[in-house]
T-cell receptor
Framework: RKEVEQDPGPFNVPEGATVAFNCTYS??????FFWYRQDCRKEPKLLMS???SGNEDGRFTAQLNRASQYISLLIRDSKLSDSATYLC?????????FGAGTRLTVKP | NAGVTQTPKFRVLKTGQSMTLLCAQD?????MYWYRQDPGMGLRLIHY???????AKGEVPDGYNVSRLKKQNFLLGLESAAPSQTSVYFC??????????FGPGTRLLVL
């Protein structure tokens, strides 16, 4: 079993839609959590950190459920520019584990 | 600031050849990392460093060596390249081991 698992998608949604991604992790001692975004043939870039209390950044909301060991990302009012692969990242003592990513395509 | 840069951008090797990938960062970050990314596998940590002169193994260290002689540079070496090492290699740096800033990647093909 992979340490960090994501639905690979693809998720194909129309502009303006709300879409949610989930990610599960197996190491209960994981310390910090992130969502990164990766465009095709580019490097990953931090989208947002994920906190236990949940956090929001504009149209993006991230949640962490330590008891069930999953994190989620909600994107509201999807834009064409949101099309990318979203990577879930889990950190324990600098050992960063990435999910394989969820591919999102937003269509006009 | 250039951020994180990687050299070379693309390389083709024959099985058994050696090479060194260079990562440089100008953000004065303590932590640096080397990852490989393969289709359907996500990024996997090869080695990392928490400061000048230190290195540690990640998830997939076999077949690779690293050195961090200067704070701003992190080198990844392949002593005897194998086709299984065909991949895209990303370097990253971070200030406190949290938010990582990635370089543009090196595409390596081993024939």
């Amino acid at each position: 079993r992979k340490e960090v698992e994501q639905d690979p998608g693809p998720f194909n949604v129309p502009e303006g839609a709300t879409v949610a991604f989930n990610c599960t992790y197996s190491n209960s001692a994981s310390q910090s959590f992130f969502w990164y975004r990766q465009d095709c043939r580019k490097e990953p870039k931090l989208l947002m950190s994920v906190y236990s209390s949940g956090n929001e950044d504009g149209r993006f909301t991230a949640q962490l459920n330590r008891a069930s060991q999953y994190i989620s990302l909600l994107i509201r009012d999807s834009k064409l520019s949101d099309s990318a692969t979203y990577l879930c990242v889990v950190n324990k003592n600098n050992d960063m584990r990435f999910g394989a990513g969820t591919r999102l395509t937003v269509k006009p | 600031n250039a951020g994180v840069t990687q050299t070379p951008k693309f390389r083709v090797l024959k099985t058994g050849q050696s090479m060194t990938l260079l990562c440089a960062q100008d953000m004065n970050h303590e932590y640096m990392y080397w990852y490989r990314q393969d289709p359907g596998m996500g990024l996997r940590l090869i080695h990392y460093s928490v400061g000048e002169g230190t290195t540690a193994k990640g998830e997939v260290p076999d077949g690779y060596n690293v050195s961090r002689l200067k704070k701003q540079n992190f080198l990844l070496g392949l002593e005897s390249a194998a086709p299984s090492q065909t991949s895209v290699y990303f370097c990253a740096s971070s200030e406190l081991g949290e938010t990582q800033y990635f370089g543009p990647g090196t595409r390596l093909l081993v024939l």
